[in-house]
C-alpha cells in the first residue's frame, strides 16, 4: 500500500511540474503606442508574470535572433529593454518560468525607425486607407505620422450624411477623425460613396445613382462634404464601380455610360463651390484599361483632374508595364497630355501572418514601380487588421493579438521607403543583361538614389568611383568602397537602396537567362518573349503554326496578346480557344537550363492541356484539372541561339472557366 501511494504522489508531483499553470499568463503594456520607437528612444516592453523569471528574445525581419536575455521580476514586473542599436521590424518572444519551469509564452513586435518630422505642407506621394468612417482607432494617426506618411483616404457615408432628404449632419465620429488627420499634419482623400434611401434606392443599398434625381442628390451630399471641411483638397467618385460591387440595379447594364453621367454632375457641382477642390475618378479595380477608356471616350476627361487606379496583383512584375499604357490611354483621350495617376488603394493579398514579410517585399517593389511611372499619390491598403481583413494592415487591429497597433513588417517597409525617396524623382533604369534584376535611379539636387532586387539571389556590380552607402528593405544601412571603380552587392527579392553616384549595373552572373513575368512586354521579342497562337490538327503541335497575337484591351481589365476576347496570353495569364495560346521564349545562348515553373487553375470548366516543346519536341505534358494548382521543373534542357521554348494551353473539351496561370523561369544549370 505505501509502495503504491508512493508512485502516484511522484507521478502526480511529475504532472504538476512539467504542466504550465492554467492561471499562468503574461500581460505585455506598451510604454509607447504601437511598441514603435525613434532611433533616440529607448525600447522599453512592460512586462508583468506570475513567474520568478522572465527569459526574452528579439528576432529580426529575416528570422534572425539578434539578442536575448533574462530577467527576475520585481513585483511581477519586468521592462524588457532590448537596446538593439539598430533599426528594424521585430518580433519579441517572452517565456516566463517559475522554478525553471515554463509557465506561459507569448510575443508581440516592436519597429524602430529614424525620426521624421512633417510639417504638413509636405508635396509626397505616400498614403495609406484607413477605415476611421467604420469605427477605427483614431490613435493609429500619430503612427503613420511617425512612418512620414502624409495622405490618409477615408470616406463620409453619405446615407449617415443626409439621413432627412435635403438635411445635412454630420456624426462625431466623421468630424472626430477629420480633425485628428489634420491635428497629426496628414491630408484627406475623401471617397464620396455609398446609397442614400432617398435616391435610386429600390435595388438596395449600394445602387448607384441613375436617375437625373440620384445624381443631383449625390451631387448636393458631395458639395456639403467639401464645404463642412476647408482642410479636404480632394475627392474621390465613388469606389470600384467597375467591379459592380458596390452598385446594383440599372447602372450595372452600363457601367461606364451611368459613372460618366454621376461623375459629370457631381464634378460640375463642387467645381462650382470649391474650385481648389480636386476631384478623381476612376477607383478601379485593377487599373481596369477596358472601362476607362469607355469613361473616356464618353467625354469624361473634363470632369476629372486625376484618375485613380486599384492595382492589387499577385505579383508586381508588369505593373510599370499596365501603367505606362495607362498613361498613353489618357494621352490619347487628352489631346495628347497627361492627367496625374493615384493608386487609391494598393497592397499584397495577406491571408495570414506566414504572408507579412511578401506584404512588406510586394509594398517596396510596388511603390518603386509606381514611382518610375510617375504615380503621383499611393494609399497603401489597409492601415490597420480589421474584420474582413485580419492581417492585411500596416498595424495591427486595436485588439490585436500582438499588442494595440503593434507593427507589421510592411510598417517598417513603408517608413523606409519613404526615408530613402522622400524628396527624390525617378530618373531611369539601368539597362542589365537579366530582365529579372530591376535597379532604378531616383535623383534630386544633392545627389542620387538607387533601388536594387532581383527575383533570384544574384551579385551584381555597380560602377561608381565613390564609396555608397547601401540601406537593406528594415533599415539597416552600411557602407561600401569600390575596388577597381565597383561595388559588389548581392541582391534578391528584398529591395536594397544605394546612395551614391552609381553609373551603371551589371548583372552578367545571374543565372536567369529569362522570366516570364519580369520579362513581360508590350513588344513582340523583347527579353527573348512572343506571344501568340496556333491552330492544332489531330493533336500534333507543329512551332510553324505559331501566329502572333496582337497588343489589345482583354476585356474591361487588363491589357495584353490576344486574338479575340477569350484567346489571349496576359503578365500571368493564357487563355486558349479553338487554337492553342502560346507563350514562346527563344535563347540567344548556347546553354543546358532547367525550366521552373508555376502553373495554377480556377474552378468550372473541365481543365485544359500543358505542354512544354523545345524546337518542336515534346518534353512535358500534364492535364491540368480545375482548382489545381502546382510548381514543376523540366531539367537538362538543351538550348541553341535561336532555339524556341513554346509553353502552350490547349483547352480539354471545350474553354469555359480556362484562364491558367503560367509563369516560367529559365535558368542556366
Known amino acids: ?77 519586468v521592462d524588457i529593454r532590448p537596446a538593439l542599436g539598430r533599426r528594424g521590424y521585430f518580433d519579441l518572444r517572452i517565456v516566463e ?20 518630422a512633417l510639417t504638413g505642407r509636405e508635396i509626397s506621394p505616400f498614403g495609406v486607407q484607413m477605415h476611421n468612417a467604420q469605427n477605427g482607432d483614431q490613435r493609429a494617426f500619430d503612427l503613420f505620422a511617425r512612418a512620414g506618411i502624409v495622405h490618409f483616404r477615408d470616406e463620409q457615408y453619405w446615407e449617415h450624411i443626409e439621413r432627412q432628404k435635403g438635411q445635412y449632419s454630420y456624426p462625431a465620429a466623421f468630424t472626430n477623425f477629420m480633425a485628428k488627420g489634420a491635428q497629426a499634419k496628414m491630408q484627406p482623400l475623401i471617397t ?8 435610386d434606392w429600390s435595388a438596395g443599398m449600394f445602387t448607384a445613382p441613375h436617375t437625373d434625381s440620384g445624381r443631383e442628390g449625390f451631387a448636393n451630399y458631395g458639395v456639403e462634404i467639401v464645404r463642412k471641411y476647408p482642410e479636404l483638397k480632394a475627392v474621390e467618385i465613388w469606389n470600384e464601380y467597375n467591379a459592380g460591387t458596390f452598385i446594383a440595379g440599372p447602372a450595372t447594364a452600363n457601367k461606364p455610360y451611368y459613372y460618366k453621367r454621376m461623375l459629370e454632375v457631381a464634378s460640375q457641382r ?5 474650385p481648389d477642390v480636386q476631384i478623381v475618378a476612376g477607383g478601379t479595380v485593377p487599373i481596369t484599361h477596358g472601362f476607362l477608356r469607355d469613361v473616356f471616350a464618353q467625354g469624361a476627361m473634363p470632369h476629372l483632374d486625376v484618375v485613380s487606379i486599384h492595382p492589387y496583383r499577385a505579383t508586381v512584375e508588369g505593373a510599370d508595364v499596365e501603367i505606362a499604357e ?45 514611382l518610375s511611372q510617375n504615380v503621383e499619390r499611393m494609399y497603401y491598403y489597409l ?62 539636387a544633392a545627389g542620387r538614389m538607387n533601388v536594387l532586387w532581383s527575383t533570384e539571389p544574384v551579385t551584381v556590380s555597380l560602377r561608381t568611383s565613390s564609396p555608397v552607402i547601401v540601406t537593406d528593405i528594415m533599415g539597416v544601412s552600411r557602407s561600401l568602397s569600390p575596388s577597381g571603380g565597383v561595388v559588389r552587392l548581392r541582391i534578391d527579392r ?3 537602396y544605394v546612395k551614391g553616384p552609381v553609373s551603371s549595373v551589371s548583372d552578367s552572373g545571374s543565372p536567369i537567362l529569362a522570366c516570364s513575368l519580369s520579362g513581360w512586354s508590350n513588344e513582340q521579342g523583347k527579353h527573348g518573349w512572343s506571344y501568340g497562337s496556333a491552330a492544332v490538327a489531330g493533336g500534333a503541335y507543329n512551332p510553324s503554326a505559331f501566329t502572333p497575337m496582337r497588343w ?31 507563350r514562346r521564349w527563344t535563347s540567344p545562348v548556347n546553354a543546358t537550363v532547367t525550366l521552373r515553373c508555376k502553373v495554377n487553375r480556377g474552378g468550372g470548366g473541365d481543365g485544359v492541356g500543358i505542354n512544354i516543346y523545345v524546337d518542336g519536341t515534346h518534353v512535358y505534358s500534364r492535364h491540368l484539372k480545375p482548382d489545381e494548382s502546382y510548381e514543376f521543373n523540366v531539367n537538362n534542357v538543351v538550348v541553341k541561339p535561336g532555339s524556341r521554348v513554346d509553353f502552350t494551353v490547349n483547352q480539354h473539351g471545350e474553354s469555359s472557366f480556362d484562364s491558367t496561370g503560367f509563369s516560367v523561369k529559365i535558368i542556366r544549370q
Open 326 to 370: 495607362l498613361r498613353e490611354l489618357i494621352k490619347r483621350h487628352n489631346n495628347g497630355v497627361e492627367k496625374p495617376i493615384w493608386a487609391t488603394e494598393f497592397s499584397h493579398e495577406v491571408y495570414s501572418p506566414s504572408d507579412h514579410n511578401e506584404a512588406a517585399i510586394h509594398l517596396a517593389q510596388m511603390v518603386t514601380l509606381m
Open 552 to 582: 489589345d484591351y482583354i476585356g474591361d481589365n487588363a491589357v495584353g496578346w490576344m486574338s479575340n476576347t477569350w484567346h489571349f496570353v496576359s503578365v500571368e495569364q493564357m487563355h486558349p480557344s479553338s487554337s492553342w495560346a502560346v
Open 270 to 274: 463642387i467645381r462650382a463651390a470649391r
Open 494 to 496: 528584398n529591395p536594397q
Open 383 to 444: 492601415g490597420l487588421d480589421d474584420p474582413s481583413f485580419p492581417h492585411r494592415g500596416l498595424l495591427s487591429a486595436p485588439n490585436g493579438s500582438k499588442g494595440a497597433l503593434a507593427p507589421h513588417p510592411a510598417y517598417v517597409a513603408y517608413a523606409n521607403i519613404i526615408r530613402q525617396l522622400r524628396g527624390y524623382k525617378f530618373h531611369s533604369r539601368f539597362a542589365t543583361n537579366s530582365s529579372s534584376t530591376y535597379a532604378f535611379r531616383f535623383q534630386n
Open 97 to 116: 518560468r517559475r522554478s525553471g519551469n515554463v509557465m506561459s509564452e507569448k510575443s508581440t513586435s516592436f519597429a524602430v525607425i529614424t525620426p521624421l
Open 1 to 77: 500500500m505505501k509502495k503504491t501511494s508512493a508512485s502516484k504522489l511522484l507521478l502526480s508531483l511529475a504532472a504538476l511540474v512539467v504542466a504550465p499553470l492554467a492561471e499562468a499568463a503574461i500581460t505585455i503594456s506598451q510604454s509607447k503606442l504601437g511598441n514603435i520607437f525613434f532611433t533616440n528612444e529607448t525600447v522599453s516592453i512592460p512586462v508583468r508574470v506570475d513567474g520568478d523569471r522572465v527569459e526574452w528574445s528579439a528576432v529580426d525581419y529575416h528570422g534572425r535572433v539578434v539578442k536575448s536575455g533574462a530577467a527576475v521580476p520585481v513585483n511581477g514586473q
Open 192 to 199: 464620396l460613396d455609398w446609397a442614400n434611401p432617398h435616391y
